[in-house]
């Protein structure tokens, strides 16, 4: 779940001019963990072999996905400039229902 909640950060953010999107949003799945602790725990995941190229991919599918459908019914999104406040569970599961990860 660390992985898909980072890769729908990242792909929400793609593409603006600052290069820190936060992890605020994070704090709806793990509440009351650090940042540091979630960077940590990321970069020992993207350090399996394959994971970085894996993880690439996702956020370039999730970031097609949420162009073409966010802010519909399907994709609730009122605050699309927001790093942080929107329903990342809702985008987790619209993430797990439209793409096919094992194909990454």
């Known amino acids: 779940m660390l992985l898909e909640g980072e ?6 953010w793609k593409g603006r001019a600052t290069t820190k999107p936060g992890r605020k949003a994070l704090d709806q799945i793990f509440p009351n963990v650090s940042t540091q602790v ?3 725990r990321l970069k020992k ?3 399996r072999p394959g994971r970085q190229a894996y993880f690439d991919r996702l ?3 999730f970031h097609e996905l949420w162009l073409k459908h966010r802010g519909t019914s ?6 699309i400039e927001s790093p942080h406040e929107f329903d990342i ?10 793409i096919q990860r094992e194909e990454l």
């Open 89 to 98: 569970k809702k985008h987790i599961a619209y993430l797990r229902e439209h």
């Open 45 to 47: 995941l993207l350090a």
């Open 74 to 79: 399907e994709l609730p999104d009122e605050k």
């Open 7 to 12: 890769a729908i950060i990242r792909a929400r």
């Open 59 to 61: 956020v370039d599918e």
């Open 38 to 40: 979630f960077l940590g």
